[in-house]
């Protein structure tokens, strides 16, 4: 797919896609000077006046480069094309790339907020010439458009060029001699060493002199003097790399055969210089958002633009912090970067959620309001943020309510921690769990510092980096050195690979060191369709190359021996991306027969595991591969349903990230978290309805092949967060069903899939499982498997039905009840592999229906029993209420009917007996309880319901009692449930009925 040319709304203002939020700020002073206004006369000058093609920035996470986890400079999108992987699609590019500097060699997180000038993101401008232009005329361009379209005066710009190595590489004076003939001064053109302008990728690979412009804020004299001296006022603002040599393992430099340019331009600079401002956060980039931080919170001291000393209380900082973390928020969410999956994104809001309560009065809702405002300024450029903007105001509520959980826990266990102890206040770092647990830890052990087996041991336990830790030692007032700890974790990723290296075993070694020739697998994906719709696989000729016994290669392999082959090539699947491997067999001219029931890859050699069936083959023999038919189909099918459940789960859910896969022939499984409410029996059957539509509608599965340059030009490609894509040959799988059910499916996959939508023939959901507060686990099936579902279904249903009504006959007895659902539920435990398996749906809605039949029966046979406590009640007030010596009448007694039921209901038995004191007893499934009521007339001092049962049938059972609420625990009482073994019961039954007689006779 070619990339988008520069687009309209860089020249035309677009309408806002409706949405809840609108709001007018006049945001510009001097409109000709806006950033608006200088990234469009960047743009015109490279694009209209110098035959550009705009290139649309990437996402802030590159997509093939896990060398980077934010992409930190233009140039990162392009790495294919300087290492000579790809064939660049434009010789000519233009664009502004959004990045973020967080962590590794381009950290600004900690600076940010204390000076004017550094930021988490930030927006980079750059011109590119691949085999193109060089040098000449990069230089001549950019000096026009700083000099001839913004009107930057001469006497304001310094350029310095590369001086040379002691290596023996030469001064750049090419640079110096173009920089002369354009009409620069001799005194402003100043030579500098390697480390300021010489440019390498990395300790290999393409490198080559820079030169740098650098702006002067003060004045027109001459400053050359303190060009690079980190002054504040005179800052480097555009540099032209010039790609030129090639570093060599050995460190040395040989000449690339095309040369390219690569250019980066800091709009946050350059808006300073043009705005003739000092800091970055008084340009129009950043200003709305401190406006708008104050109007949103007016009962805050408002921004005073002081730094240092003179900001004593910080809240100067805390604005530049909110706005800088804000933007960076911003554009990461809009680019689908899930916190949950990127720590540091996740580190970074809950500071930013710190920020809004602790110093702006906040508790919720800041954040995702000032996202609007970045939204307005920077949506008209990076059009993902305006579409994505629900999505982006989602992910904040969530991580909000996640983080405000997880404080109140922490909190909680902190006061418990905090009783009578002098502690540091805590209520600016992040409150979690884990901290407070490495807290305690080190308070308790009081270490002078976090050394670097401290600092492995809160890595080890409490998964705490550099940061983290930092944060503690600083929460503690403890020294803490990071270089200590990169240290340390340099030592063990050392030792672990070493140990891992010591447990690769022989046959992985000798196939690393083997000159043999990666597997030719291409024809994996070589399949057709009849008219029928019937899928053909064809035969693929295969020569042996190696055959591996256990750990060492053999020459030759015998009948039923198991083993691997090596072949030149297959058309078999080797497991990769969650699809589990192909099988088949491998038939040799001598009637010797392999069969296939595994393949592994090992440095692109692919091993085909199985056993021999008939004559012996040799290395060297020659067969051809058939594939199973059956159970490669049937991959193919649930590898496009787990395409069509991920897709259907974002469109229901809308802000979805995928975790894992697992697609086999006969089911498949994802891993997936919802940032919303967790997936439910309801959004089951949506799922289900969309999947099932697309599968009637016939959808055409189309697979089209790009790099990473094509990759980076598609819209609404899904994802996984941490996966990293190669440069070339990426597979991007798309079912578009978008003019009909507004349904679009497109994800890079290396899998196989069928060719049409139809071909799935059936789909449905068969488990859903929760894996923590945001996580489901789903299990589907497709083609004859979901119709084995579904057929499981019906007689299940059949059989459901058959015994309500045998019960609704019978409803006097409930051990039949009990054993019929029972029987039912044994059921629904059925393992996915299983051929009894039912659907999700129908399954929970049939438990549910069975649950509550079940309990409808129960309650009314509960109510027929209980009518038995009533006949028994009254019956023993005819029958057995006993008088004391001072004539009052009392009863104490047994419930003989309590045997029957499952939950006793005393309450009802001593309610026939409201005017006289009473016990009642009551066994039942292995327990005992007791209730005992005593009227108010008769209520003494040394006699109540409490003192009764107390000290004379709770005692005798061991038991301990409790008053209800709202009632008078003198005068009603109860003993709570004791388990009493039956060969005990009818013993100390009647201890407790004869001390409980003795008591009241004594005491009334």
């Known amino acids: 797919m070619a990339f988008q040319l520069y687009p309209k709304f860089l020249y035309t203002s677009r309408k806002m896609p409706c949405c809840i939020w609108v709001r007018k700020i006049s945001k510009y002073i001097h409109k000709d000077i806006s950033a608006q206004t200088i990234r469009r006369h960047f743009f015109d000058y490279f694009i209209k006046s110098h035959d550009h093609t705009f290139v649309r920035s990437s996402p802030v996470v590159p997509y093939c480069d896990p060398t980077v986890p934010f992409v930190n400079a233009g140039m990162n999108q392009f790495k294919g094309i300087f290492l000579g992987t790809q064939t660049p699609h434009f010789t000519r590019v233009a664009n502004s790339q959004k990045c973020i500097r967080v962590g590794g060699k381009h950290n600004d997180l900690n600076v940010v907020g204390k000076d004017g000038y550094h930021h988490t993101f930030f927006e980079m401008m750059g011109n590119w010439s691949f085999g193109d232009y060089f040098k000449e005329e990069a230089c001549r361009m950019a000096w026009e458009l700083l000099t001839q379209i913004y009107k930057i005066p001469p006497s304001k710009l310094y350029i310095t060029y590369f001086s040379g190595d002691k290596l023996g590489l030469d001064s750049d004076i090419e640079t110096k001699d173009i920089w002369r003939r354009i009409g620069v001064s001799e005194d402003r053109i100043l030579p500098f060493s390697v480390k300021e302008n010489f440019w390498e990728m990395g300790v290999t690979g393409p490198c080559g002199p820079c030169t740098e412009i650098h702006f002067d804020h003060s004045g027109s004299i001459n400053r050359s003097e303190f060009v690079n001296k980190n002054l504040h006022d005179l800052t480097e603002i555009w540099n032209l790399v010039f790609i030129q040599y090639n570093r060599l393992p050995d460190g040395s430099l040989s000449p690339l055969p095309k040369k390219h340019v690569d250019t980066g331009l800091g709009l946050e600079r350059l808006c300073c210089a043009l705005q003739g401002k000092q800091c970055t956060y008084d340009t129009d980039l950043l200003d709305y958002l401190i406006i708008a931080i104050q109007k949103n919170c007016s009962s805050i001291q408002k921004y005073s633009a002081k730094f240092g000393e003179q900001d004593r209380n910080g809240i100067n900082t805390s604005y530049r912090i909110l706005a800088d973390h804000t933007r960076m928020i911003t554009a990461c969410l809009a680019d689908g970067v899930i916190p949950e999956q990127n720590q540091k994104l996740r580190r970074i809001l809950r500071k930013c959620f710190i920020l809004c309560e602790n110093v702006f009065g906040k508790e919720r809702g800041l954040v995702k309001e000032l996202t609007n405002y970045v939204v307005e300024n920077l949506g008209d450029v990076y059009p993902e943020m305006e579409k994505n903007i629900s999505q982006i105001h989602q992910i904040i509520d969530y991580e909000e309510d996640v983080y405000s959980a997880i404080r109140t826990e922490a909190k909680k266990d902190w006061r418990k921690f905090s009783v009578k102890k002098e502690l540091p206040n805590i209520d600016n770092f992040e409150l979690t769990p884990s901290f407070i647990k490495a807290f305690k830890e080190l308070y308790t052990a009081k270490p002078s510092e976090i050394d670097e087996q401290w600092a492995h041991k809160l890595y080890d336990r409490h998964g705490f980096d550099a940061e983290g830790i930092e944060q503690l030692s600083k929460a503690l007032n403890i020294k803490f050195n990071p270089e200590t700890f990169e240290k340390k974790m340099a030592e063990v990723k050392l030792k672990s690979k070493t140990s891992r290296q010591i447990t690769i075993d022989k046959l992985i070694t000798a196939l690393v060191e083997t000159d043999l020739k990666k597997t030719d697998d291409s024809q994996k994906y070589s399949y057709t369709k009849t008219n029928n719709s019937e899928y053909k696989f064809p035969e693929t000729q295969c020569r042996i190359v190696q055959i591996v016994d256990k750990d060492q290669f053999v020459s030759e392999l015998k009948n039923r021996k198991s083993c691997g082959l090596i072949l030149d090539r297959t058309n078999l699947y080797c497991e990769a991306g969650g699809q589990e491997s192909d099988k088949g067999k491998i038939l040799f001219d001598n009637n010797a027969i392999f069969h296939v029931e595994s393949l592994s890859s090992v440095n ?397 006779e004594e005491e009334l």
């Open 604 to 1000: 692109d050699l692919i091993i085909h595991r199985g056993y021999l069936e008939g004559n012996s083959i040799k290395v060297g023999s020659e067969g051809k591969i058939i594939i199973d038919k059956n159970h490669r189909l049937s991959n193919m099918r649930n590898h496009t349903s787990a395409h069509l459940m991920n897709a259907a789960i974002k469109k229901i859910k809308l802000v979805t990230c995928q975790n894992s896969s697992k697609v086999t022939h006969k089911y498949v499984k994802l891993d997936v978290s919802v940032f919303d409410a967790k997936l439910d029996l309801e959004d089951v059957i949506k799922i289900e309805q969309i999947i099932s539509n697309i599968i009637k509608d016939k959808v055409d599965v189309k697979v089209n092949v790009t790099d990473s340059q094509g990759l980076y030009s598609y819209e609404d490609v899904t994802l996984i967060p941490g996966e990293v894509y190669p440069d070339n040959e990426i597979r991007i799988v798309e079912i578009n069903d978008g003019e009909v059910r507004n349904f679009v499916s497109r994800e890079p996959c290396c899998g196989t899939h069928v060719q049409n939508t139809g071909d799935l023939e059936d789909f449905c959901i068969i488990h859903l499982k929760s894996l923590g507060r945001s996580t489901s686990s789903i299990h589907g099936v497709t083609g004859e498997r979901a119709k084995l579902a579904r057929e499981n279904a019906k007689d299940l249903f059949a059989d459901v039905a058959k015994f309500k009504d045998s019960i609704k006959e019978h409803f006097d007895t409930l051990e039949m009840l009990d054993i019929g659902v029972m029987s039912f539920k044994e059921r629904f435990k059925f393992e996915v592999t299983d051929d009894a398996i039912l659907p999700y749906v129908f399954k929970t809605q049939i438990l549910n229906e069975l649950n509550a039949f079940s309990k409808k029966i129960k309650d009314q046979s509960n109510e027929d029993l209980r009518n038995f406590v009533d006949l028994e009640m009254h019956d023993a007030m005819k029958n057995k209420i006993q008088v004391t010596k001072s004539n009052k009448k009392y009863m104490i007694h047994y419930l003989k009917s309590s045997v029957m039921f499952e939950s006793v209901p005393l309450q009802r038995a001593t309610s026939v007996c409201p005017n006289i004191p009473v016990i009642v007893i009551a066994y039942s499934d292995g327990m005992v309880k007791a209730r005992c009521c005593v009227p108010k007339d008769v209520q003494t001092e040394s006699f109540d319901a409490k003192k009764w049962l107390n000290e004379t049938v709770a005692l005798v059972f061991k038991a301990e009692t409790t008053s209800q609420k709202l009632q008078n625990g003198v005068l009603v009482c109860n003993m709570i449930a004791k388990r009493i073994h039956v060969q005990e019961w009818q013993h100390l039954l009647a201890e407790s009925v004869r001390n409980a007689t003795n008591y009241i």
